[in-house]
């Protein structure tokens, strides 16, 4: 059974980074399996937001390996992204997860992939997932044209690509660091 459906966007603002996701698990193309799943968290002693896309149990093992990176470089956002997308690209068993990241810590904003990628967005916006492409012009329209802070951008950037997107809804979890 394939497992889908997830929106993650994420912004940056007057030194404020919001992550915002989604509730909704979508079986296949036609069932919706859950509509509250939290797919945003707190991680290493609340410093690092991560948002996930993708498989389920993919994302949960990268997040706790991310996490593992984490204590391994004393909280060094960058090396540990780095680190797991170096790892993610060229471990055999890890090589064949899918699922895509956004992490964040008070200074920092990237995502990292599987095909080695860690990029930090140049206009602090960035948005992964089925709704990702629709969160993510939503956002940057409101970054340009309003003063909203970062975290209300994320939400109405959800609540936007939710409109959209069937496999987005609207119960959204937002973090802010």
Known sequence: MDFRGTTICAVKRNGVTAVAGDGQVTMGESVILKGNAVKVKRIYNDKVVIGFAGSVSDAFALSEKFEEMLQKYSGNLMRSAVELAELWRSDKVYR???ALLIVADKNNLYIVSGSGEVIEPESGVCAIGSGGNYALAAARALIQNTELPADEIA???LLIASELCVFT?????????
């Open 155 to 157: 939400r109405k950037a």
């Open 169 to 177: 809804n609207d119960h959204i979890t937002v973090e802010v660091v």
């Open 96 to 98: 064949k997860l899918e």
